[in-house]
T-cell receptor, first 116, second 118 residues
């Protein structure tokens, strides 16, 4: 079964500090993509960062970076210099090919609180 | 770029009525769109994959006759909740992907529709 596990239901961080959100996944595919999405209180899903499984280099987008460990099937998100606007639900997801089509499988999410 | 528009944002209807939700890709063509359902404080559950010009592919456990999906053009997919009942109340979100290799760049999401069935 294709699953995504986010073991931290909630996390908190002080403004300007760094926080890491964990994600592990289970897949039998060799080529896939991994994503982190942010869902603020508005409930608009926003793509934060993506990683191609065949690339060893960790993806970086400004204050957001990932630690991708393919062998361990781990894909954590690091947020540096946390800002109040980073407060949101964060969902980890990976692509799968199932039933003749590609789709995304999401984890259950981590609620991030940023304290001033 | 990659803007997905979803309407309405909120709808309240009586039990037994049908509700249509529209999802449009504004600045790109989307051959494939996805419809998700999200319960409060839970993750996104994929309901169906909508393919332009062909029948939608539904996930296991999703009633095809209850949730009708039409993808008549490269920029528009609609979800119709037929004969809605209170248990259909939920947050529905559509999404679309860019270009070839459906998920290479990830999915871009609409702003969602909160359906409340009285």
């Amino acid at each position: 079964a294709q699953t995504v596990t986010q073991s931290q239901p909630e996390m908190s961080v002080q403004e300007a500090e760094t926080v890491t959100l964990s994600c592990t996944y289970d897949t039998s595919e060799s080529d896939y993509y991994l994503f982190w999405y942010k869902q603020p209180p508005s409930r608009q899903m926003i793509l934060v960062i993506r990683q191609e499984a065949y690339k060893q280099q960790n993806a970086t987008e400004n204050r957001f970076s990932v630690n991708f460990q393919k062998a361990a099937k781990s894909f954590s998100l690091k947020i540096s210099d946390s800002q109040l606007g980073d407060a949101a639900m964060y969902f980890c997801a990976h692509s799968i090919y199932q039933g003749g089509s590609e789709k995304l499988v999401f984890g259950k999410g981590t609620k991030l609180t940023v304290n001033p | 770029g990659a803007v997905v528009s979803q309407h309405p944002s909120r709808v309240i209807c009586k039990s037994g009525t049908s509700v249509k939700i529209e999802c449009r890709s504004l600045d790109f063509q989307a051959t494939t769109m996805f419809w998700y359902r999200q319960f409060p404080k839970q993750s996104l559950m994929l309901m169906a994959t909508s393919n332009e010009g062909s029948k939608a592919t539904y996930e296991q456990g999703v009633e095809k006759d209850k949730f009708l999906i039409n993808h008549a053009s490269l920029t528009l997919s609609t979800l119709t909740v037929t004969s809605a009942h209170p248990e259909d109340s939920s947050f529905y979100i559509c999404s679309a992907s860019l270009g070839q290799g459906v998920l290479i760049r990830g999915l871009f999401f609409g702003s969602g529709t909160q359906l409340s069935v009285l």
